[in-house]
Every structure is written in structure tokens, then in C-alpha cells.
Nanobody
Framework: QVRLVESGGEQVQPGGSLRLSCKTS????????IAWFRQAPGKKREGVAC????????LYGDSVKGRFTISRDDSKETWWLEMESLKPEDTAVYYC??????????????????WGQGTQVTVSS
């Protein structure tokens, strides 16, 4: 059984930084696209960042470009989302996602079969 567990969400002041982690079990990460999504209350789910298998392609949502960084370590079955210069509008539940197929490409859409339970990020003074 594939399981994804996020951690690292907390309340932070505007301008601050956070690092989210996603640890997976039950599936080898090698060559599988990974991603981060978020959903704020009353809003649709938004693609934040994705990375293809092998890290050959990385995409970011327009609202986080230049502030967020996605990374992965397949040997540790873990990937991360480094978030800097956080804004109140970054407040949301953040989810990690993993695609079942292997691919040198990634997308910020509904291509992911496995999802974590979410971790809350609140940006507020």
C-alpha cells in the first residue's frame, strides 16, 4: 500500500520561510513524477510545483515562482517544498502527490494517483 505523509506545516509570519516534507512508503520513487498542491478555504485546489522522474523537468505555479523550490531524494523516499518570502495568500492546506507512471515530464494537473493527508500552512502576523 502506497502511503504519503506530509510534515512541516505551521504558522509563520509574512516574509518568513518554511520547509515541507513528504515521506513515501510502499513505492519506489525512482522516475515517478511528484508534486505539491494547495487548497485554501473556499478556493479550488492549486498546483504549486512538480518535478518529473529524475528531476529533468520542474514546473512552478505562477503565484510561487521565485519563492518556492521543490526537491527530491529518491534514496530517502522523500521530497520537499522550500517556501520563502511567504505571504498571507500562501495560507492553505498543502498536499504532496505522486504519479503511478514513470515519466520525464510532470504536470500541475490531475495526473497523480497518490496523495498525502495534507499539512496546514498559515501565514499571519
Amino acid at each position: 500500500q502506497v502511503r504519503l505523509v506530509e510534515s512541516g506545516g505551521e504558522q509563520v509570519q509574512p516574509g518568513g520561510s518554511l520547509r515541507l516534507s513528504c515521506k513515501t512508503s510502499g513505492m519506489n520513487l525512482n522516475y515517478h513524477p511528484i508534486a505539491w498542491f494547495r487548497q485554501a478555504p473556499g478556493k479550488k485546489r492549486e498546483g504549486v510545483a512538480c518535478m518529473s522522474g529524475g528531476g529533468l523537468q520542474i514546473l512552478y505555479g505562477d503565484s510561487v515562482k521565485g519563492r518556492f523550490t521543490i526537491s527530491r531524494d529518491d534514496s530517502k523516499e522523500t521530497w520537499w517544498l522550500e517556501m520563502e518570502s511567504l505571504k498571507p495568500e500562501d495560507t492553505a492546506v498543502y498536499y504532496c502527490a505522486l504519479a503511478e507512471i514513470t515519466s520525464m515530464y510532470c504536470k500541475l494537473g490531475d495526473e497523480y494517483e497518490y496523495w498525502g493527508q495534507g499539512t496546514q500552512v498559515t501565514v499571519s502576523s
